[in-house]
């Protein structure tokens, strides 16, 4: 296995900077083997962390990286993520177990609310404080939460504990960098950056076309696309989770991990896509 980069969690447990997302897969039977051989290739080359969630094709996402990980559990940080309207209770126990069994697993590392729900974060805390005593998650966290919302979690007894919050993050959609990163960076909890590729161009138009983009890519000799995952995860608390569905694609996000943007780079990058200076809405799909 390579050494990638790597973020720090608050536990002190080490993830790589890059991971793979795995939203869409699973869901074209025609299509299962090359998904898997790509998410291998991806372990191979040190992409061990792997995002999923209950939600992705209805179970199918978890049910394809359950075939894609066989015999190689030790090895990975396998990220799953609860419906907002199970996350307390019986049904929080209940969509965790289904998940690992899905997953082909006795335990995830990471298990995160969706997104906020009418369910008090008191409950969810509670209930993904009794996943971890029984064994069935390693640590819990957040994802779509903005500022306000992370400061009602932290609010509740037991909130400090969220491990990360991941939100939409890309060189095209930097509102984060306002108030939540800063916010997040004050209480030591890491970002999850998901859609870092601004799902290829179908998201906020074609990146990758940007004059900024390709004259750094050009620069480093490397893919723009590689530009915006080594932009992602300049920092030290940022954890990005391309998804791939081909072994090219996977082989060259890999590469991206230990791209070092120079101050001049980022300087370009920032001119072509600033930071907003003002608040805005948290961004999401
Ligand atoms: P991404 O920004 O990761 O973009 C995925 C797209 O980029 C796919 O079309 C993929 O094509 C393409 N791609 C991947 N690598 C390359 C490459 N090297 N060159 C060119 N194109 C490439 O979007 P996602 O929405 O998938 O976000 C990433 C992950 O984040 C999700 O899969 C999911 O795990 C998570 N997520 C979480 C959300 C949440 O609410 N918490 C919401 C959305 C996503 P191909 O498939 O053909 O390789």
Redesign the pocket.
């Given at each position: 296995m390579s050494s990638i980069k790597t973020v720090t969690l608050p536990d002190g447990t080490l993830v790589p900077a890059l991971?793979?997302?795995?939203?869409?897969?699973g869901d074209d039977k025609h299509r299962e083997q090359e998904e898997i051989t790509?998410l291998q290739r991806g372990i191979e080359l040190g992409l061990t962390l792997?995002?999923?969630?209950e939600?992705?094709g209805n179970g199918r996402?978890e049910l394809l990286i359950g075939k894609a990980i066989k015999g190689l559990r030790d090895k990975l940080f396998l990220?799953s993520?609860v419906y907002p309207h199970n996350a307390g209770g019986r049904n929080l126990v209940n969509s965790c177990e289904a998940s690992l069994k899905r997953l082909g697993t006795d335990y995830l590392d990471l298990y995160?609310l969706?997104?906020r729900g009418q369910i008090p974060y008191e409950e969810t805390v509670r209930g993904m404080e009794a996943l971890i005593q029984a064994g069935k998650i390693k640590r819990w966290g957040v994802?779509?939460l903005d500022d306000e919302d992370m400061q009602d979690l932290l609010s509740v007894r037991g909130g400090s504990k969220c491990a990360v919050n991941?939100?939409?993050y890309?060189l095209g959609s930097r509102g984060i960098e306002y108030e939540l990163l800063p916010w997040q960076r004050q209480h030591g909890i890491p970002t999850?950056?998901?859609?870092?590729?601004?799902?290829?161009?179908?998201?906020q138009g074609d990146l990758?076309a940007d004059s900024a983009v390709k004259q750094v890519a050009q620069e480093h000799g490397v893919?723009p696309?590689?530009i915006?995952?080594a932009w992602c995860i300049r920092h030290d608390d940022i954890i990005?989770?391309?998804?791939?569905?081909?072994v090219?694609?996977?082989?060259?996000?890999a590469n991206?991990a230990n791209i070092v943007l120079t101050a001049a780079q980022r300087d370009l990058l920032d001119q072509a896509f600033p930071a907003p200076d003002y608040p805005v809405p948290l961004d999401?799909?």
């Open positions: 991971g793979q997302g795995t939203w869409y897969m790509t792997i995002d999923t969630a939600m992705y996402s990220v993520k995160l969706h997104w994802s779509n991941q939100v939409l890309h999850m950056a998901y859609c870092p590729l601004a799902q290829a161009g179908a998201l990758t893919d696309y590689q915006l995952l990005a989770i391309p998804k791939a569905s081909s090219a694609h996977v082989e060259s996000n991206a999401i799909v």
